[in-house]
């Protein structure tokens, strides 16, 4: 990024302990990366995400869902506090409320999500144990616009990790959170840096290397 340009207004929504969120805040420490985390903002106020990013002093605001009466008005509660603190993009962290086509479409080609799993595979909850209970070799994590279908919407980046045979669904999600934490950083820069273009279903990147990689499981020691 050249100097004077200025950083992309980034909010980061989650409910949890927000560990994908600590992984975007460490890449925006860089003065280079496009973007800059303005708002972390949560519907559970004990999210222990949100201390965190109080300790990073990012601003943080809890709108709990359960004081709204219904979706649309909790929805457009957080629309307002979007609003003014002048937010551009959101990046969706474990934020575990499904949201109505009201303000998806609001965010579209603005708002991505992090999902445990290689989709179109496994969208939805307990993907971890879903993919040990197939016996798939490579599982992983992808990022995603989102669109009114959950875990939908094109893809931006995905990362893959061998299924070893000792995998429990815990040690199976800590390699795939790993990932999570190198794609979501790399797939908002991209995004902040006006790199991406959606085409139906694909997202292209422009720059991107003309260079394959295959992963290949099981890999024997
Ligand atoms: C991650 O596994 C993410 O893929 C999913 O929810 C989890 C959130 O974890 N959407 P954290 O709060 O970022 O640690």
Redesign the pocket.
């Known amino acids: 990024m050249s100097a004077g340009t200025p950083r992309r207004r980034v909010a980061v929504l989650?409910?949890?302990?927000?560990?994908?969120?600590?992984?975007l805040l460490a890449a925006t420490k860089d003065p280079a990366f496009p973007a800059e985390i303005s708002l972390v903002l949560s519907n559970r106020p004990e999210a222990p995400?949100l201390a965190t990013a109080r300790e990073h002093g990012v601003n943080t605001v809890a709108i709990d869902h359960k004081q709204h009466m219904s979706r649309e008005d909790f929805e457009r509660a957080m629309q307002e506090v979007l609003e003014a603190h002048r937010v551009e993009l959101i990046c969706?962290?474990?934020?575990?409320r499904i949201l109505t086509p009201w303000f998806v479409e609001r965010w579209t080609g603005r708002m991505i999500?992090?999902?445990?799993a290689l989709l179109p595979l496994y969208k939805g909850l307990h993907t971890h144990e879903r993919a040990l209970a197939d016996g798939v070799k490579l599982h992983g994590?992808s990022v995603h616009f989102v669109v009114p279908g959950m875990d939908e919407g094109p893809i931006i980046a995905q990362a893959a990790v061998s299924v070893l045979d000792g995998d429990t669904p815990d040690t199976l999600?800590q390699r795939?959170?790993a990932q999570?934490h190198v794609i979501y950083p790399l797939a908002l820069g991209l995004l902040a840096s006006g790199r991406i273009a959606i085409e139906g279903a694909r997202v292209r990147v422009s720059g991107e290397a003309a260079q394959t990689t295959a992963l290949v499981a099981p890999q024997l020691a």
């Open positions: 989650i409910s949890g302990r927000g560990s994908n969120m600590t992984s995400g969706l962290a474990g934020f575990m999500n992090i999902h445990p994590a999600g795939v959170l999570e």
